[in-house]
């Protein structure tokens, strides 16, 4: 249940997609290595530094100049990479890992066990948003040169997982102390970042790596990556052919593109909502009595939403974990029906029947229709939303400052005890006040030390008390879209936003 599935021994399954110039990719089937692809990408890394690095719409970047540990497939199974077997002690709090030794970075250092024991307590200790996920790693050994100990303070059932992510992303250790590492980073991956004609936050340009440990996964001689934050950028650059494929923010003009001859991959990886983040009150003392969260629930048409904001496309949900979880439960969907009567009758118990005020952050990112109906839905049973607008650089950063009470967002629906530990625990990412529940944590105790049996019940029971308290007001889960001309063919990881490099193909 909590656990990603999981093949040991299984081959590599994937392709790879990247570098260079301009659209007009892939010809040849899957022996072919086309001249170039261009990726549009919806957001500029903050930093190619590994130790600080972001996945989401950043793994592109990141991934073509950096292997991990262990590789996510599109079929949703965790398989060797770096490391090429793994196993737990009987309680698992012990992670034994078996690293190549027929891998070079692209400076010539070769790979080392003592390499990735460094990279690993790098990230612990760096900056990164993603760094709690090695949170329960006490310590880290390297008994010799292919062999890598990772001893455990308590299980933690999504660190295969997290190793496919940003904590198994291993650089080579000149970048260490090189005070430019954010800009040049040096890794073993399949790509090589071409400094001079990189443009830092608008276009970045990678160069096949000729001594690649893996070229079956080299499916290109170039990558670029195209910043394209504004959506009728986007479009403008898929309807001249400026880039191969894109990752959309939106759906609205998913007609035009399947016209132009497009292919649209579709995934359901998000959920759109409210994140009601002061559950105490701390901030914004209405957030803190449940009566209110259950009344913005209670406001908002989802099926409106989904329909004026997405064209349809998407499930209208109430709860935060995804349909493959024990915990999801198709009645919670209907906890709370759009009914502004009631809402006004709980603002009213809770005293506040002559309307508050919240305060949340915007960006137009998100669509500025958006933020008008939500406004406008909210203002239809006496709550007042001022949006602040902020920076698309800063959005996140002062989300989890936190300088909000609460904000409109999108969110991975996660694996489990990822999600957990991203959104739930005390200690999560996106549990900014750090707001904890002593009956919440009874079930988040249970679920990291519990038999498989009692992982489930308690989540079922977890995710039940959290819709019910109302921690979110979930919209919906909204076809994420990844666009691709003819030219390429593309796969999907179910866990995050933009497909894995390796996943990207030309078409044959």
Known sequence: MLRWKITATAALVAALALTGCAAGGGTGGDDATAASLTLGAVTAPTTLEASQAAWGDQAPFIQAVYDTLLLATPEGTIEPFLATEWSYNEDNTELRLTIRDDVDFTDGTHLTADIVKQNLERFKAGTSTDASYLANVSTVAAPDDTTVVLTLSAPDPALLNYLTRTAGLVASPAMFEDPDAATNPIGSGPYILDTAATVTGTTYVYTKNPDYWNPDLQH???????????????????????????????????????????????????????????????????????????????????????????????????????????????????????????????????????????????????????????????????????????????????????????????????????????????????????????????????????????????????????????????????????????????????TNVYPAIYDIQPAG
Request: charged content about 20%.
């Open 220 to 494: 290109y001689d170039n990558l670029t990556i195209s910043v394209l934050s504004d959506p009728t950028a986007a479009l403008n650059a898929i309807k001249a052919g400026e880039v191969d494929t894109m990752r959309l923010l939106s759906n609205d003009a998913l007609g035009e593109i399947e016209g132009a001859g497009w292919t649209v991959y579709g995934l359901e990886t998000e959920f759109a909502g409210f994140l009601l983040l002061d559950r105490a009150g701390t901030m914004n003392p209405a957030l803190g009595d449940v009566r209110v969260r259950q009344a913005i629930n209670h406001a908002i048409d989802r099926e409106g939403l989904l329909t004026a904001l997405q064209g349809g496309l998407g499930t209208v949900t109430e709860q935060v974990f995804p349909t493959t979880s024990a915990a999801y439960d198709p009645a919670l969907d209907e906890t709370y029906d759009y009914d502004p009567d009631a809402a006004k009758m709980l603002l009213a118990d809770a005293g506040y029947a002559d309307g508050l005020t919240i305060q949340m952050p915007s960006n137009a990112v998100f669509g500025n229709t958006t933020y008008v109906l939500l406004e406008q839905q909210l203002a239809d049973v006496g709550i007042t939303v001022e949006n602040v607008d902020v920076q698309l650089g800063n959005f996140a950063a002062d989300l989890l400052a936190p300088k909000y009470a609460a904000s409109y967002m999108t969110l991975e629906q996660n694996p489990d005890w990822q999600l957990i530990q991203f959104m739930l625990s005390p200690t999560a990412l996106f549990n900014p006040f750090r707001y904890e529940d002593p009956q919440v944590n009874e079930w988040i105790q249970t679920i990291q030390f519990g038999d498989e049996a009692a992982q489930d019940d308690a989540v079922k029971e977890l995710n039940a008390y959290v819709v019910d308290q109302a921690w979110f007001a979930p919209f919906y889960r909204a076809q994420n879209s990844f666009v691709a001309n003819a030219d390429t063919i593309v796969e999907r990881v179910p």
